[in-house]
């Protein structure tokens, strides 16, 4: 239980990063990417960024769920 709560702060922390500021977060995951693109495919790889951040906060979330709530049932 411990190691799922852990990765889903992990997954949370990351997500709430990168939906917040996801210019930011493909400047440093994706920086060589993101400077051979174009500008007006620039801004839709940003968009995809944020995307990702929320689906992964979300993932997050449901880990953190199935720990706590079903705990008992995997036994």
Known sequence: MAANLLVSIVAMALGTFVAASPHRA??????????????????????????FGILLFLAGVLVAVDGIVFSNYHH
Do not use: D, H, M
């Open 26 to 51: 493909a400047k440093t995951w994706g920086s060589q990417r993101l400077a051979n693109l174009a500008p007006e495919r620039r801004a839709s790889f940003v968009r995809w960024y944020r995307a």
